[in-house]
Structures are given as structure tokens and as C-alpha cells.
């Protein structure tokens, strides 16, 4: 009698475990060593719409692609919510890129509220034309240039990146003043596009308050983007705490809470009660095992 409850316990815990496996995320991914996560995902229909066809993983390398060009992410911080984008046409304290190649920064407008450069990241313009639209529209003592975060031109002139110019070198060409070079925050002008602004070139950095680092040698180059899916994270929240999935439908607008065998338009809790009987039943089973457990404990205790 005994062997016959715990093979019948066996059996129906190893259903429950079967059952219990169901609920994977099969959106997260790697690329390289990097997690590829909600909001993000490789696949399309998973993750949020608003980062749809935003990243692609090439040779174990993560891309990401936005309308001013190709860039390499470095990292992705879940709990701040911001990226690092490598732009290998960006100028840095080694090396000053001109002939306007860089990719500056700018994004599609359906995107731009899920994504933007940080506050603290700042964006240096180098050898801009005086016809710029930087220039335009300013009184001279009041051009859009200045210091971010501690980080600006004056600083960045200290590189060695502008002694390896040589006489060829912007200064002759332009003078040092704003011409030269101009930093300024993404905010003040919404998008880096270095053929509309007329630059030869840019750098940019950024710094991870508080920690503030002495001199232009010791910032981080690349560009620090914040993201962030407009205040609609309950619906991945509900979706995930039930089980599920964050993904969108084929329009590429609608979210989609992936149920396994379905998908639902609120979570996974509302397939549960309405279609699957199977997971009822198994949550019987569960109690029907728990109250047989303490049956061949007790019938055991009594034998003793
Ligand atoms: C990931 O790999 C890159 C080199 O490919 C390395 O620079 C970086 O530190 C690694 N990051 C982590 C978190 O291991
Ligand atoms: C659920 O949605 C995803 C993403 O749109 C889709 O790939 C999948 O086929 C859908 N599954 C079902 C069962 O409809
Ligand atoms: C940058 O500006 C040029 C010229 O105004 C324009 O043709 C191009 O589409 C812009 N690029 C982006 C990514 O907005
Ligand atoms: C920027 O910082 C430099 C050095 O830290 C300083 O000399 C300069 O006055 C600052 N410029 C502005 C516009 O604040």
C-alpha cells in the first residue's frame, strides 16, 4: 500500500514539474557577453514595440541601428536604464576623425520618446562651417556652446588627439573659439547631424555621477543613451508576474503577453481561468500529492 502512494506521488510530481517548465522567457537572449533583455530583444514580436528593429547581433557583437547609422553597444544597464553606443567615427582624446563620417546621433521620430542621450553626456562639435545653424540665430554671447557636466571643449583641447593635428590643424584654420569646437548637450539642439550642422567631425562623453573624473584622458568616450518605455511598464510587469512573456503583435504596435501555447492582450492569468482546465487540474493534482504526503507520513509515524 505504501509503495503504491509514493509511486503515485512521484508520478505526479514529476507532472507538475513538466507543467511548471512552461513558463520560460524565450525572448531573452546573448549576444557576446551582453543579456539582451526587455525592452530589448533580437526577435521581432518580442519585447517593446518601441525598440522594435533596434538591435542585431553580428559575429557575437550587438548592433544598434537607428536612422543616423550603425553603432556598437558596449553595455546596457537594466537598473539605470541607459545604453553605451560606440560610434567608431567618433573623435576621442587619441584620435580627432574629420571629413564628417561620424555618425552624430539622431533618431526616427516615432522613436524618440523611448530614447535620448543623457543629460550628463555631452557632445563636442569640431570644426563646424560659420554658416553652421549652430550659429544662427544667436547673439554672439550667447551661442549654444558650454560646459556639461563638467566636460567641455577648454578641457577637451588638452588631448593629445589636437597636438597630432599639426599645422593642418583646425586651430589654423578656424582659430580656437566655437568654431573649432563646440560642446553642447543633446536637449539644446535634439539631433547630432554633421552634415546639417556642417562638421567635420564630433566627439562625445559622458560621465557616471557623482563620480567626477579629473581631465579629458580619464571621461568615457561613447554616448550614453537613457531608455525608457513611457511610463507603460505595468502591462510587461503583469504579464511577466503571471508567467508570461513581453512581446508585441505583427502590427508592431499592440503588446503581447506570451502565454506558451497563446497570447493574450492583458496577462496569462486570464488564459488560465478562461481556457486551460489542464492547469486546474494540475493545481488539483498538487493539493491531491500534498494531502497523500502527509498520509504516508502519518501511516509511517504510526508503524513506528
Ligand atoms: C564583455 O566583453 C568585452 C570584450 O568583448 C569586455 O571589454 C567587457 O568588459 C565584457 N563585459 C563584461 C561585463 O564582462
Ligand atoms: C504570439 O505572438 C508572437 C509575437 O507576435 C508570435 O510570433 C506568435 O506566433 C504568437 N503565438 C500565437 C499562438 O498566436
Ligand atoms: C541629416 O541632415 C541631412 C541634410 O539636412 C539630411 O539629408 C539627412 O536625412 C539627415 N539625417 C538624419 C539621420 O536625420
Ligand atoms: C568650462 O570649464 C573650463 C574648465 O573647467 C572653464 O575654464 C570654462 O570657463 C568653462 N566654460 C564654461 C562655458 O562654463
Redesign the pocket.
Known amino acids: 500500500m505504501v509503495n503504491f502512494l509514493i509511486l503515485v506521488i512521484v508520478s505526479l510530481s514529476l507532472a507538475s514539474l513538466s507543467l511548471a517548465n512552461i513558463h520560460t522567457n524565450i525572448c531573452r537572449s546573448y549576444c ?3 543579456t539582451i533583455d526587455y525592452p530589448f530583444a533580437l526577435q521581432y514580436g518580442c519585447g517593446h514595440p518601441g525598440f522594435r528593429d533596434l538591435l542585431f547581433c553580428m559575429n ?2 550587438l548592433m544598434f541601428h537607428i536612422s543616423s547609422g550603425s553603432y556598437r553597444v ?2 546596457i544597464d537594466y537598473a539605470y536604464k541607459a545604453l553605451t553606443l560606440h560610434d567608431p567615427h567618433m573623435s576621442t582624446c587619441n584620435a580627432i576623425v574629420l571629413g564628417g563620417k561620424g555618425n552624430g546621433f539622431a533618431v526616427e521620430p516615432w522613436r524618440a520618446p523611448y530614447m535620448t542621450p543623457d543629460a550628463d553626456n555631452v557632445f563636442m562639435l569640431i570644426g563646424c562651417s560659420a554658416r553652421s545653424p549652430l550659429f544662427q540665430g544667436f547673439p554672439s554671447k550667447h551661442l549654444p556652446c558650454r560646459n556639461i557636466s563638467g566636460m567641455g571643449c577648454e578641457e577637451y583641447h588638452g588631448c593629445p588627439a589636437w597636438d597630432m593635428l599639426g599645422h593642418a590643424s583646425l586651430g589654423s584654420m578656424f582659430g580656437s573659439g566655437p568654431l573649432d569646437c563646440c560642446a553642447l548637450s543633446f536637449e539644446s539642439i535634439k539631433a547630432i547631424n554633421l552634415s546639417k550642422l556642417e562638421c567635420e567631425g564630433y566627439s562625445s562623453a559622458y560621465s557616471l555621477a557623482p563620480l567626477r573624473v579629473d581631465g579629458p584622458n580619464e571621461w568615457s568616450y561613447g554616448i550614453r543613451v537613457k531608455y525608457s518605455v513611457q511610463g507603460n511598464d505595468e502591462f510587461c510587469r503583469a504579464c511577466e508576474a503571471t508567467g508570461g512573456t513581453c512581446g508585441y503583435g505583427t502590427d508592431g504596435i499592440r503588446q503581447l503577453c506570451m502565454c506558451g501555447s497563446s497570447n493574450s492582450t492583458s496577462n496569462c492569468e486570464s488564459i488560465k481561468l478562461s481556457v486551460s482546465s489542464s492547469i486546474r487540474i494540475s493545481s488539483m493534482a498538487n493539493t491531491f500529492a500534498g494531502f497523500l504526503m502527509c498520509l504516508v507520513v502519518l501511516v509511517t509515524f504510526n508503524r513506528q
Do not use: T
Request: hydrophobic residues 45%; negative net charge; charged residues 15%.
Open positions: 557576446g557577453n551582453l557575437n557583437v558596449l553595455d
